[in-house]
């Protein structure tokens, strides 16, 4: 009927609100180092999920497990290292001026007369957010139900031209469970670091709910 129709679309814009600020997981072959973003199991015009993997399309190569989990790692560090980072960006868009957070500055913009307030460029929600659109690329019911956020839109100069019917998305699912398990394993151990140490659980449950 009409509502079940509805559904899973409901479902993807909510998604992809969520996830609207966060970035691709990038990943490079270890074979021929073409890259291409990942985005589940969905049409890529560099790369295919298959029975056994991870395939990269140019080559051919189906990546090993741990050639998978080390860029997912690695990925999800370089987002906690921003992070870290500390930069704070000033929020009126006609100054722009970008800095390292020093206490003495307080929010004020230390720009020539700006009124601009400096805010966090990167925030702890924009990572938390960040760990679970990974975490979301590996989960089987997401990508079963096609939940995933998109990773192109119609007219991307990349839009994959091929398409993946509704039943090899969910053999696929299947079949890579234990590879997907093992990448969520990794994506879970930040997130509860996350959700322990570095996040305000008050901000977590806030903008969960
Ligand atoms: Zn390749
Ligand atoms: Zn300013």
């Not at 590996?138 to 939940?147: A, G, T």
């Amino acid at each position: 009927n009409n509502i079940d129709a509805l559904q899973p679309l409901e479902t993807t814009i909510s998604d992809m609100e969520r996830f609207k600020d966060a970035t691709t997981l990038d990943l490079h072959c270890p074979n021929c180092s073409s890259e291409f973003p990942f985005g589940g199991i969905v049409p890529s015009n560099h790369y295919l999920m298959c029975y056994n993997g991870l395939q990269c399309k140019n080559c051919e190569k189906i990546f090993s497990t741990i050639q998978l989990t080390s860029q997912l790692e690695s990925s999800i560090r370089s987002h906690i290292s921003l992070y870290y980072a500390g930069w704070l960006i000033c929020d009126d868009i006609t100054c722009g001026n970008v800095t390292r957070q020093i206490s003495v500055f307080g929010k004020r913009c230390l720009n020539d007369g700006c009124t601009g307030v400096m805010r966090y460029r990167y925030t702890d929600k924009q990572l938390y957010n960040q760990l679970l659109y990974f975490d979301s690329l590996f989960d089987r019911e997401k990508n079963k139900n096609q939940e995933i956020k998109p990773l192109y839109h119609e007219g991307d100069p990349d839009f994959p031209t091929e398409k993946l019917n509704d039943s090899s998305i969910r053999a696929l699912s299947e079949q890579n469970r234990e590879l997907f398990e093992v990448n969520r394993g990794v994506v879970q151990k930040y997130l509860s670091d996350c959700g322990r140490r570095y996040v305000d659980m008050g901000s977590i449950f806030e903008f969960m709910a």
